[in-house]
């Protein structure tokens, strides 16, 4: 595979992603055919050594999404992150995608669960001491309070469950990544 080929393969292969961060990649992947010309290999030598350029692709969009998480910790930058890794094999989407999706339905509902939690809150303490509550008033606006404080626990812990469920993606994608390197590196 000539030099042009090969870049071809690897800007296609990033397609979507920045264009300063393509420059960059393209650049550093330019520089290694510059130093293999240098010392006297042919293109094809250095693009055998660098590997399929399509596998190089998926591995740095991989750690973009990665990083971007560890950077950001938003929701576009968890979906990144949880596409990058599904990304990394086909097995894993069979195996995890059930178990991913049913975890984040779930985390989707506790979320659901919580913003109806904090308005059925807000009603019983706005509305529920105009309908003779038994206990009086106080107890509607007390229980209205205690309704939204609680939605309002619930949505924290939600949210530390759903950063650790993150982590634990992007700590998985790394060692899945580590783990088949060798593998899929050829052998010299």
């Known amino acids: 595979m000539t030099r042009d080929d090969f870049m071809a393969r690897l800007r296609r292969g990033l397609a979507g992603a920045p264009a300063a961060t393509i420059a960059d990649i393209a650049a550093d992947y330019d520089t290694h055919f510059a130093d293999g010309a240098a010392a006297g290999r042919s293109e094809q ?16 969009r991989a750690e ?11 929701p576009s930058a968890a979906a990144a992150a949880v596409f990058a890794v ?5 097995i894993d989407i069979i195996i995890l995608l059930p178990i991913l999706m049913s ?3 779930t985390l989707l509902a506790m979320f659901i669960t919580v913003i109806a939690g904090v308005i059925a809150g807000a009603v019983v303490m706005a509305a529920g ?13 007390l229980a209205g309070l205690g309704l939204m404080a609680g939605s309002t626990s619930l949505g924290a812990i939600t949210t530390i ?3 650790g469920l993150m982590n ?21």
């Not at 973009?64 to 938003?74: D, F, I, M, P, R």
């Not at 599904?86 to 086909?90: E, P």
């Not at 634990?168 to 010299?188: E, N, S, T």
């Open 168 to 188: 634990l993606m992007v700590w998985y994608g790394r060692l899945h990544y580590r783990l088949l390197k060798p593998a899929i590196d050829p052998q010299g």
């Open 64 to 74: 973009a999404g990665l990083k971007k998480w560890e950077e950001q910790k938003n």
């Open 103 to 105: 975890v984040l339905g």
């Open 129 to 141: 001491p105009f309908f003779d509550p038994p206990g009086g008033p106080l107890t509607a606006i």
């Open 161 to 163: 469950v759903t950063i």
């Open 45 to 60: 030598e250095v693009a055998a050594a660098l590997g399929n350029p399509d596998r190089l692709a998926r591995e740095l």
């Open 86 to 90: 599904l990304g990394l094999g086909a």
